[in-house]
């Protein structure tokens, strides 16, 4: 009897948790973002549904080609819910993503999100960092027509490895999947990370901190 009681809490436990880790799951046919209400919600709260229309489960553009005269060289075009308000409550998003000739989307995690990935052009170079202490590298060059998924919450990338133009759609296991840009966020943050604790973590001198502080 123990070991049942002991099973069956177990299960429970991780049925719990698989839960928790994921976008809720509607209770309703859907659940129209409502952009301009003020309620405070883990999500968003939703529009009358005798006031939804056509227009908030669809969005144009992905065929676009996005800017990437940028210093990485590549362009994320989103679809969350806050570009398609009837992604509320559904748990998915997507992505375009262009690259020009050697562009990255630099190292990154998805907070809420695992991802999918899908070569529509080009060929890139992808891959992903596992959790401490093994820190292990998982890559793999990807073609036209090839898919790889990228764990939630994991350090992962992208770089164009073809020699033209490079375009990628993505899938993602949120409607709102968060963007953490490694080297922003620990060297453009606001207030700045102390930099004694910078230099102790990256082990390199003052001077190098203060020079990525100045172009994040």
């Given at each position: ?158 770089r164009n490895v073809g020699s ?47 020079y990525l502080h100045s172009i994040?």
């Amino acid at each position: 009897m123990a070991f049942y009681i002991f099973f069956f809490g177990l299960v429970l436990s991780f049925s719990l948790s698989v839960v928790i880790a994921s976008d809720h799951s509607p209770l309703q046919d859907f659940c129209v973002a409502d952009t301009r209400s003020r309620v405070l919600v883990n999500g968003l709260a939703c529009k009358d549904p005798k006031t939804v229309e056509a227009a908030d489960f669809s969005f144009g553009g992905l065929h676009l080609e996005g800017n990437t005269s940028n210093p990485i060289g590549s362009s994320v075009t989103p679809v969350t819910v806050f570009q398609l308000p009837g992604l509320n409550t559904l748990g998915i998003s997507l992505v375009r993503i262009d690259y020009a000739p050697s562009g990255v989307n630099p190292p990154h995690t998805h907070p809420r999100a695992s991802e999918i990935i899908t070569v529509l052009e080009g060929s890139l170079e992808v891959g992903f960092v596992t959790t401490s202490p093994e820190n292990r590298h998982i890559t793999k060059v990807l073609h036209k027509g090839d898919v790889f998924v990228f764990p939630i919450g994991l350090v992962h990338y992208q770089r164009n490895v073809g020699s033209g133009h490079a375009v990628a759609i993505v899938a993602l296991s949120s409607q709102n999947p968060g963007v953490v840009i490694i080297a922003s966020a620990v060297f453009g943050s606001k207030p700045s990370i102390a930099n004694d604790i910078l230099v102790k973590a990256f082990h390199v001198d003052k001077g190098v901190i203060n020079y990525l502080h100045s172009i994040f």
